[in-house]
């Protein structure tokens, strides 16, 4: 830089002028005083520490950066991981509480069948027996067996006999009772 003739015009004008070229310039070094050297060394030195310290810090500024994006991804990846596992646990739930239902109403329904069964079928042998019986009285009735005598006779005995007696007053001043029977057969 201190080199170039380009810096020096003025130089080159003149000795052109007075009859000299010019075709180098050779920059030895600046000598000055060991105070003002020192000096200039020293200031050189700390501005070349304070741009190194400034890049570093630079550099340190960037990888902290790059660092806390990476964390930052690293964190979402992470929620969101624990978020799908989540919903697959839900959704795993609902899928066995379903199955559980489904099941539970299976059974439930072939219960039912089950019984609906079990009665249809006591219901159809009642019914047969009832059949049977109808034809019973009916044989006995064209027989001219009187059903209500052989109804009564054909009954058990009664397990209880409960007998209400009212007592009430005639105009004689005498108490005449009346009475009704009840039998149960359990």
Do not use: C, W
């Not at 070349?48 to 310290?53: A, I, Q």
């Not at 079990?118 to 109808?134: I, V």
């Not at 006999?161 to 029977?181: F, W």
């Amino acid at each position: 830089m201190l080199n170039d003739l380009k810096n020096y015009s003025k130089l080159v004008d003149r000795s052109n002028k007075i009859g000299y070229e010019i075709t180098k310039v050779v920059f030895r070094g600046y000598f000055a005083s060991p105070k003002l050297q020192t000096l200039h060394d020293t200031s050189v030195k700390t501005r070349t520490d304070l741009r190194l310290n400034y890049e570093a810090e630079i550099q340190n500024q960037k990888q902290l950066d790059f660092n806390l994006k990476n964390e930052i991804n690293r964190l979402q990846m992470e929620q969101d991981l624990e978020y799908q596992k989540v919903i697959n646990q839900l959704e795993l739930n609902k899928a066995r509480m379903m199955e559980s239902n489904r099941i539970l109403y299976e059974e439930e329904k072939a219960k039912i069948e089950t019984d609906t069964k079990n009665k249809l079928k006591k219901l159809e042998n009642l019914a047969r027996q009832n059949e049977q019986k109808l034809e019973h009285l009916e044989k006995l009735n064209q027989m001219n067996i009187d059903l209500t005598e052989h109804l009564v006779s054909s009954m058990a005995k009664a397990d209880k006999t409960i007998k209400i007696h009212k007592q009430r007053r005639n105009l004689n001043g005498k108490e005449n009772e009346d009475s009704t029977n009840f039998h149960f057969h359990d």
